[in-house]
């Protein structure tokens, strides 16, 4: 039993490591800061997640701590992501020229005008 989750353990470490591999590519290839931010994010997530069980599994007295890990790196990650998007977006920094929606901006628009509303009311 010892030596299968070993080698499952191999296998998610390859995983998580491939996935890290994706994800600097991601951040090398995309076009604007918004873009490498959801490539580096989501890939590095899972990577780094699947590289820390794998860990985890091959050396079992480690595991809980390695689920520790994970978990913090799971509810981290989006969350750091999601600030450093909206702060990069309110100081001005554009997004990639072909990209035509900005729903963001959309969005900003109509709480400002319901903001409005209620303060006329």
Known sequence: MLTILMYVGYVLTSF?????LFGALGILRMPDVYNR???GTKATTLGAV???MGVGLINP???FKTLIIALFILLSNPISSHALARGS??????MWQKDDIDA???ALE???DTEES????
């Open 118 to 121: 209620d303060e006329a009311a």
């Open 16 to 20: 998580g490591v491939l996935f890290l």
């Open 50 to 52: 699947g590289t820390i």
């Open 61 to 63: 007295e480690w595991f």
């Open 110 to 112: 109509e709480n400002k």
């Open 104 to 106: 963001y901006k959309k």
């Open 37 to 39: 931010m959801q490539a």
């Open 89 to 94: 977006y309110r100081s001005g920094i554009k």
